[in-house]
């Protein structure tokens, strides 16, 4: 029950006996844009058209219906430069789905001994605690860098990377949940080659990222050789369809598509045709990412920045983690009295969510990172602009009685 869940369940909770309008400054949902979701309308309505009784009505290959996993060779060699073939894609219920086949699947006991899931750049995804079915998660935290002006930026802590042992799954996002920030050639080489040294699997999940739905700005492309990548159609507009690809050695693809197979068959067909289709149309997709996802984020982020300098308090030492776009704002209030939890039953009680910053740093023992966990919370930029701006307000208001 990794701590965002927890939230989740906690929403629906008192959501649903409430009478008051609730601020959701939690939700990891993307906005839902005109633009996008007309496009992947038309494309719904193509494959029922098309053959909804072949599609719906019918089970099919776990790997993925042939024409997503063509339309995925063709676009990604294309825009990319890579050189794949189908042995090297699947298609799964999301990507956090295809990053827990992986973990279950290379880490725990195994002949080498016992195998961790290690995430090397912590803070990163809540949702990683539950990708390893053993109790082998190893977090590491990042180093901290302040840039004045209230902005900071995680460095990855490379010699840390590099002590880790009996590891079998290095696991990151990029760009990051909850930050937006974007590991450097520098930081992912690291990262891969202790991977290759120990033997194990590097998993990149690409949800926020190139090439689409490029919410926040990648400084790396996905990596082409000897990585799983993991791509998903979530934040491109189709969080419900559940649908994601991973892209990676074909040996590891294959295990991959037995586990799905022996466990959930295979991914949503009608979403896989709609979404083959859309990959098949050019580069319209491409246009919907730079042309309206990328710019509602970046204008968002900017207007999230004025709003806490507007209310945050003048003495408060807050900082921002630095970037120019993404889903959420993150937020370091280096205060010793600020705490998370409290500041989320503050925030509760003035009807809106947040989420905790102490949850994005599983597996780390560094009394530290733990300390400053406490000392973040995550905002979401997704939405109503109503709603984030009366959510800073609010936001405010809990600080300044925290401070008292």
Same mark, same amino acid.
């Given at each position: &029950?990794?701590?965002?869940?927890?939230? &989740?369940?906690?929403?629906?909770?008192?959501?649903?006996?409430?009478?008051?309008?609730?601020l959701n400054l939690g939700i990891g949902n993307p906005a839902p844009?005109?633009?996008?979701?007309?496009?992947?309308?038309?494309?719904?309505?193509?494959?029922?058209?098309? %053959?909804? !009784?072949?599609?719906?009505? @019918?089970?099919?290959?776990?790997?993925?219906?042939?024409?997503?996993?063509?339309?995925?060779? #063709?676009?990604?060699?294309?825009?990319?430069?890579?050189?794949? %073939?189908?042995?090297?894609?699947?298609?799964?219920?999301?990507?956090? &789905?295809?990053?827990?086949?992986?973990?279950?699947?290379?880490?725990?006991?195994?002949?080498?001994? #016992?195998?961790?899931?290690?995430?090397?750049?912590?803070?990163?995804?809540?949702?990683? #605690?539950?990708?390893?079915?053993?109790?082998?998660?190893?977090?590491?935290?990042?180093?901290?860098?302040?840039?004045? %002006?209230?902005?900071?930026?995680?460095?990855?802590?490379?010699?840390?990377?590099?002590?880790?042992?009996?590891?079998?799954?290095?696991?990151?996002?990029?760009?990051?949940?909850?930050?937006?920030?974007?590991?450097?050639?520098? !930081?992912?080489?690291?990262?891969?080659?202790?991977?290759?040294?120990?033997?194990?699997?590097?998993?990149?999940?690409?949800?926020?990222?190139?090439?689409?739905?490029?919410?926040?700005?990648?400084?790396?492309?996905?990596?082409?050789?000897?990585?799983?990548?993991?791509f998903s159609f979530s934040k491109a507009g189709l969080p419900g !369809?559940?649908?994601?690809?991973?892209?990676?050695?074909?040996?590891?693809?294959?295990?991959?598509?037995?586990?799905?197979?022996?466990?959930?068959?295979?991914?949503?067909?009608?979403?896989?045709?709609?979404?083959?289709?859309?990959?098949? @149309?050019?580069?319209?997709?491409?246009?919907?990412?730079?042309?309206?996802?990328?710019?509602?984020?970046?204008?968002?982020?900017?207007?999230?920045?004025?709003?806490?300098? #507007?209310?945050?308090?003048?003495?408060?030492?807050?900082?921002?983690?630095?970037?120019?776009?993404? &889903?959420?704002?993150?937020?370091?209030?280096?205060?010793?009295?600020?705490?998370?939890?409290?500041?989320?039953?503050?925030?509760?009680?003035?009807?809106?969510?947040?989420?905790?910053? @102490?949850?994005?740093?599983?597996?780390?023992?560094?009394?530290?990172?733990?300390?400053?966990?406490?000392?973040?919370?995550?905002?979401?930029?997704?939405?109503?602009?109503? %709603?984030?701006?009366?959510?800073i307000a609010r936001l405010g208001d809990a600080l300044r009685v925290?401070? @008292?």
């Amino acid at each position: &029950m990794s701590g965002l869940r927890v939230i &989740m369940d906690d929403i629906a909770a008192v959501t649903s006996r409430s009478p008051h309008h609730w601020l959701n400054l939690g939700i990891g949902n993307p906005a839902p844009l005109p633009e996008l979701t007309a496009f992947w309308q038309r494309h719904v309505r193509q494959a029922l058209d098309d %053959d909804f !009784e072949g599609l719906s009505c @019918s089970y099919g290959p776990s790997r993925g219906l042939p024409v997503l996993l063509d339309a995925v060779v #063709e676009y990604f060699n294309q825009r990319l430069g890579w050189d794949i %073939d189908a042995s090297n894609v699947m298609v799964g219920p999301g990507s956090q &789905m295809l990053c827990f086949i992986a973990g279950a699947l290379y880490t725990g006991r195994s002949t080498a001994g #016992e195998r961790s899931l290690v995430l090397p750049a912590l803070p990163d995804y809540t949702g990683y #605690e539950a990708s390893s079915l053993h109790n082998s998660l190893v977090g590491i935290p990042s180093e901290v860098v302040h840039s004045g %002006d209230h902005r900071f930026r995680y460095v990855l802590d490379t010699a840390a990377v590099q002590q880790t042992q009996g590891a079998g799954v290095f696991l990151a996002s990029n760009p990051s949940n909850p930050t937006g920030r974007s590991l450097t050639q520098a !930081e992912l080489d690291a990262i891969v080659k202790v991977a290759g040294a120990q033997d194990a699997l590097t998993i990149v999940d690409n949800a926020y990222g190139e090439p689409f739905p490029g919410i926040a700005v990648t400084h790396t492309p996905p990596p082409a050789n000897g990585v799983l990548n993991c791509f998903s159609f979530s934040k491109a507009g189709l969080p419900g !369809e559940r649908l994601g690809i991973a892209i990676g050695p074909a040996e590891v693809v294959k295990d991959m598509v037995a586990f799905l197979g022996n466990t959930a068959l295979h991914a949503p067909r009608l979403a896989q045709y709609a979404v083959a289709q859309a990959l098949k @149309s050019g580069d319209e997709l491409g246009e919907i990412v730079s042309g309206t996802i990328q710019p509602f984020y970046t204008a968002r982020w900017e207007l999230a920045s004025e709003l806490f300098r #507007e209310n945050l308090p003048a003495d408060l030492r807050w900082y921002l983690h630095e970037g120019t776009r993404g &889903m959420f704002s993150w937020l370091h209030i280096d205060e010793p009295w600020f705490d998370d939890l409290r500041l989320y039953d503050l925030m509760k009680d003035r009807h809106t969510f947040v989420v905790p910053g @102490s949850y994005f740093f599983a597996g780390t023992t560094s009394p530290e990172a733990v300390e400053h966990g406490r000392r973040c919370v995550r905002i979401s930029l997704s939405a109503r602009e109503a %709603d984030l701006r009366q959510g800073i307000a609010r936001l405010g208001d809990a600080l300044r009685v925290m401070a @008292s």
